[in-house]
Structures are given as structure tokens and as C-alpha cells.
């Protein structure tokens, strides 16, 4: 099916005479007649539900959804991104690991690798997503396990090189994980180009209002984990927490990842959404499709509109032809990328106040990717113990202006937007 039609239908079909919208099954646990019967579901012997913590009935239909939006074969849903790509990495590092990381990564994902999983022992390697092929081998090691990278870097915007992040991560042996979380599904499915894993915080574009934090992973079914067994005991030798399951031996190459993530890590970690946030999620990609043409066409006008304007230094979209990313974006997202542009006022810090405090439609958030346009100056909020030496290094600039188009009209966004700069 087309992915505008898995948007609306996907996931979920329902009997003769049952709800056309996915039911919320509001209870954490499901009634057996015996205890046999309930053995095999604990035992991964038959399909099933025991406890909300593991396994959902609506929270599974949502995830179908993204999975045949991503084109994967098998999915599953966290209570946040955070929890998503934790998830992801961890199912198959463990300490004494390493990951390679593309270093323009969101902020969260950067403290979670470099920080947190420190903690644990699982070290990394930041790469910039321009490197070289060579610069990029440097970065493994024998321990190595997993690659990652963002299609498009929050807040970075730079885009990444999909195939030149897989060829690299398959010549040693290990997968290529990609958040997706700004193209969607709907602009950019990483599969097609070599990930093996996506993963995506569902709180932006997915949701799209606001309304519910989560996110999601999907995995392709294509990574052969035995044939790297040595590299992944935890997918292809007994699960001893697990009656001595072998994931990658009784769920094959499509099914042993997640499998193994809900099994172990859910039910360890417990990091499950609820069936009420996995229906607000429905609810939004029932309309993803439409909403990023939108998005995107409402991105571009507002960049186009900032990058004529003399009191605009610089515009960040990779849609523009002047992007440095416009070539990958071309290859990568040719149907348009997201609704967030960055750009930095001619007039320093602030400037960047006086506009933003002028804004009238855009509401100063640190959300992105909802139906409301919202601006941040990360140089006075996320970033604001920072001098403006040190902003520059971080690639964010004093000067700089994130702003996530919603899906007003164009017109009225950039009337706005020229108010305010004009008292600048
Ligand atoms: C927001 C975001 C996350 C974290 O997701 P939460 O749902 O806030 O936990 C991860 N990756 C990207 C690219 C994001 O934008």
C-alpha cells in the first residue's frame, strides 16, 4: 500500500462489527482459563497478552503502523524518543562496548550516549556526518557494535549521509541505527538506503499536536546478527533471564531484535506508553501525510522569505539550494525534509530577543514539529550557561533562531515574521 493510505488504515483492521477506530484497551493485565495457557505466553510459546508492561493490544496496532510505514518487520513502542533510542543501543551493547556516533546529534541522545551509557561502560566515538570513509573507519573498534545517526540532526538540521553511515557500519559488521524522527516515514525511510534499525521520538511530527510524549523502533529484519554472533551474545547465544532463548535462532533475522528488546529491556526497565498516549498517536498519524507536505511547504516559504531579508545573516534549510546540505537532502528527501529552519539575526543576541519577544503567532517553546509554529533562541534558553564563545562551538551562535513551522497559513506566518523584524 501507499504510505498515505497506511497513514489512515495501516495497523489496524478491524471484524464484523467491531470499532472502526483502534480500541483503547485500557487494562494492565488479561484474563486465561488456565495456567498451562499462561505458561505459554510467558514461555514466548504463543502469541499473546499478559501484562501491560510488555505488551499492549492498542500500543501494538500503533506500532504496526510505523512498521509498515517504515517498511520494517517488526516494531515497538516507548514512553518516550529518549526511551527509544536507549532501547536500541542498549539491546545490543553492553559494557565493555562502543558505539560510533555522528556527532550532530539531539542534545538528549548526546547525553544519553556520552554520559549516561559512559556510565554503564559502553564507550564513544563521535564522528562528524561529513567525514571522510576513511575518517569514519578510524572511528571503529574491534568492539564496536552499533552505528548512529539522525536523518536530520535536531537542531543541527545537517543531513545525514544514509548510505555512506550503512556501507561503513556493514564493513565492520555491525548495524546502522537512524532516528528519523524529523523526515517521517512520509519524507525519508532509511531501510531503503541501508539502516537497519530506525528509531523515532513520536512526541514531533508523529504526534503532530502536542498531545503525547513517545517515540518507537523498527527494525528491518535485514541485519544477519548470526552471522556477527561473536559480536552479539545477546541475540544469538541462551538468554539465561529467558528460559535459555536463543532470539536470533527462535525469532529469525525479522523478529529476534524487538523480540528481545520488549522481552528483556521492557520488562527490566519498564519504559512502556500508555494505551490512551499510543491512541493519541494514531490519531495524529492518521493525518502525517497531509501535515508534512504542509509542514514543509510552510518551512520553505518562511526560509525563502528570511534568507531576501537584509536584517537575516544566514538560513539553515536544507530545501534551500544555498544549504550545503541541499545535495544530500535532494537524494535523501526529495519530497521536502521538515518545518524547522534555523537562522541567525544579523543584529547578534539581541536582535534575536527583540524579534522573538515581537512574534505574535509563534510562541517561544522548547517543543518543535507540532501543528503551532514555535521559535527558540537556544543562546537564552537550553544553551544559556554558555559565553557566546563557547555558543559558536557548539554550532549554535548567539544569533540563532530555531523555528518550527506549524501548519498556519504561510502567509500569516510570514507577516508575522516580518512585524518583528522589522522592530529589530
Ligand atoms: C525530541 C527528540 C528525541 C527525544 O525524544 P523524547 O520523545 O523527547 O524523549 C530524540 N531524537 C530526536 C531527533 C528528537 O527530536
Known amino acids: 500500500m501507499n504510505r498515505d493510505t497506511i497513514c489512515v488504515q495501516g495497523g489496524y483492521t478491524p471484524g464484523n462489527g467491531e470499532p472502526r477506530q483502534i480500541p483503547i484497551v485500557q487494562s494492565t493485565t488479561f484474563k486465561y482459563a488456565t495456567s498451562e495457557d499462561m505458561g505459554k505466553l510467558f514461555d514466548l510459546e504463543a502469541d499473546g497478552y499478559f501484562y501491560s508492561r510488555l505488551q499492549n493490544p492498542t500500543c501494538d496496532a500503533v506500532a504496526r503502523k510505523i512498521c509498515e510505514l517504515e517498511g520494517g518487520t517488526a516494531a515497538m513502542l516507548t514512553s518516550s524518543g ?4 536507549f532501547f536500541a543501543l542498549f539491546n545490543i551493547c553492553q559494557n565493555g562496548d562502543h558505539i560510533v556516533s555522528s556527532s550532530t546529534i539531539y542534545g538528549g541522545t548526546f547525553n544519553l550516549i556520552s554520559v549516561t551509557m559512559a556510565k554503564m561502560g559502553i564507550e564513544a ?12 573507519d578510524a572511528a571503529f573498534r574491534p568492539n564496536t557494535k552499533a552505528v548512529f545517526g539522525e536523518t536530520i ?20 559488521g555491525v548495524p546502522l541505527i537512524v532516528d528519523n524522527t524529523f523526515p517521517t516515514p512520509v519524507n525519508c525511510r532509511p531501510f531503503e538506503w541501508g539502516a537497519d534499525i530506525v528509531t523515532h521520538s513520536t512526541t514531533k511530527y508523529m504526534d503532530g499536536h502536542g498531545a503525547a510524549v513517545g517515540g518507537a523502533i523498527v527494525d528491518s529484519g535485514r541485519f ?30 525479522g523478529g529476534a531484535f524487538i523480540t528481545k528488546a520488549t522481552a528483556q529491556l521492557m520488562r527490566d526497565f519498564g519504559c512502556t506508553p500508555s494505551p490512551q498516549s499510543a491512541f493519541l498517536l494514531n490519531l495524529g498519524l492518521e493525518s502525517l501525510h497531509v501535515r508534512m507536505k504542509r509542514h514543509c511547504e510552510n518551512g520553505l516559504a518562511v ?30 528527501l526529495p519530497n521536502g525534509s521538515c518545518g524547522v529552519v534555523s537562522f541567525g539575526l544579523a543584529g547578534g543576541r ?3 530577543s527583540t524579534f522573538m519577544k515581537n512574534l505574535k503567532l509563534a510562541a517561544i517553546e522548547t517543543h518543535v514539529a507540532d501543528a503551532r509554529t ?12 554558555m559565553n557566546d564563545e563557547q555558543l559558536k562551538a557548539a554550532g549554535v551562535p548567539a544569533e540563532l533562531v530555531r523555528m518550527s513551522c506549524g501548519l498556519e497559513s504561510s502567509e500569516d506566518l510570514i507577516a508575522d515574521i516580518a512585524q518583528a523584524l522589522d522592530k529589530v
Open 153 to 172: 540532526a535536531n537542531p543541527a538540521l545537517t543531513v545525514l549521509d544514509i548510505e555512506k553511515f550503512a556501507r561503513a557500519a556493514h564493513r565492520h
Open 82 to 85: 529518549q526511551a527509544a533510542n
Open 350 to 352: 539581541e536582535a534575536a
Open 125 to 136: 566515538t563521535f564522528v562528524d556526518p561529513d567525514c571522510s570513509e576513511e575518517e569514519l
Open 224 to 253: 544477519d546478527w548470526m552471522a556477527h554472533a561473536d559480536k552479539f551474545p545477546g541475540l544469538c547465544t541462551p538468554d539465561e533471564s529467558y528460559h535459555g532463548i536463543t532470539y536470533a535462532e527462535r525469532f529469525g533475522q
Open 374 to 385: 514555535c521559535c527558540l533562541n537556544p543562546a537564552s534558553s537550553t544553551h544559556r550557561q
Open 303 to 332: 526560509a525563502r522569505f528570511l534568507e531576501a531579508h537584509p536584517k537575516v545573516a544566514y538560513v539553515d534549510y536544507c530545501d534551500l539550494p544555498s544549504s550545503p546540505f541541499h545535495a544530500l537532502a535532494q537524494k535523501y
